[in-house]
């Protein structure tokens, strides 16, 4: 164990960064600028060529930076699996999905540490970064590991450290967002702390890895169940004719006891729609029902339903039907400025009204192209003139640097799920 503290300490670990996506890659260039060699590992040919290049397809790293660590040398991508023997310190960042039954599917942790156990060797640490439900790392990872003869916490360490990552946020980001490390033995614990502190102030240490995993579905259950909350209340205060938004703003000027959320179209992303449903199964295993996640899950799922209904009522107040209605979806991402459709509502709902008879066309400034039922859509190339050829425009994503006032003039209707449009003059707008 010194050697391995020794070696972090002074920089000279090695680190293999397992899966260099929107977690992987800018971990790997932070911990490549503080001075340690970093290997980015990945399955995927194209992103190791492009990691490599210096072109970076994550947004909240750029390209500029990617070439800085390439060039100094700290960091090289590569696809040979050799690379997790060199390593001293590996970090797991690969996805966690859910299936079509709404069921964790670790089958990624489990590939790659079955990769990590085939080369595992002494004084080695191993961090997962996952979201994952809390058991993952004892239950999952260790026995793998355990195999080959070497002990944790002597020979080899293991932790659960959860990413925090927030894409698209410009205040926080994996500079500056405190980590919670859980090691399955306190020096396992001490040397991943290590590891964080290189970079970030504030490592908060945890009794275990199952505390570590539960706070990381904690914060993405507190957002999940007051999302769905505000969306349950954004559906009344449109019976009551009550604006949400209004109320929401006024809500906010008390100083303490209240934090905003905001109605949409349905969650999306990568974390808050799967992450709480890891627990929800879990919990089963207990003959624990997790009944806040599975309302919070049924009120979102409802919410695209909801947002095409919207656009009926808009449609109807015109005389017209959906059913060969011309709509223009605004933007796919599953929130403003990212680049990410993941989830995302758009899915849901450009399935719907073409269900119903519309047709269908999107705007999105981050998202040229965009895959749905095997068919690809392309961006149209947004022209204000153009928006009068639309019997509505639906915003599902409010990017920003758009000018939503000339949207609402120039559009014949517009439903909005996002309050893009803050001018409450126009006549033609419904919001969520
Ligand atoms: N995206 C987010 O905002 C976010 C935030 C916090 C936590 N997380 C969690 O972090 C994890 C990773 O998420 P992400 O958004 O970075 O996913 P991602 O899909 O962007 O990236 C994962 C990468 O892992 C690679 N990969 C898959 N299997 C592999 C294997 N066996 N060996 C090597 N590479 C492999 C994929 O090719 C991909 O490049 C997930 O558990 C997610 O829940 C994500």
Redesign the pocket.
Known sequence: MKKLEKSIKNKKAKITI????????PLAVVLAEQGFRVFG????KN?VKLVNQGHSY?ADISSADLQGVLKSKKFSAT?DKKILKLADVIII?????LDKYKQPDIT??Q??VK?IARFIRKGQLIIL????YPGTTREVILPVLQKSGLKVGKDFFLAFS??????GNQKFNVRNVPKVVGGITPKCTKLTSLVYRSFLDKVFKVSSPEAAEMT?ILENTFRIVNVSMINELALLCGKMGIDIWEVIEAAKTKPYGFMPFYPGPGIG???IP??PFYLSWKAKEYGFYTRFIELGGEINDQMPHFVVTKVISGLNRHKKSLNGAKILVWGVAYKKDVA?P?ESASYHVIRDLWKKGAIVEYFDPYIPEFKIDNKNLKSIEYQPKNLKHYDCVLILADHSNLNYDEVAKKSLLVVDTRNAIKNRKFKNILWL
């Open positions: 397992i899966g260099l996506g929107y977690v992987g890659l590992f990945d399955v995927q992103k994550i696809t960042c690969v996805p966690t999905p990624y942790i590939s790659t990769e970064e996952s979201t994952t959860p990413e925090r990552i927030d894409p990381k992303g990568h974390c799967l992450d990410d993941r």
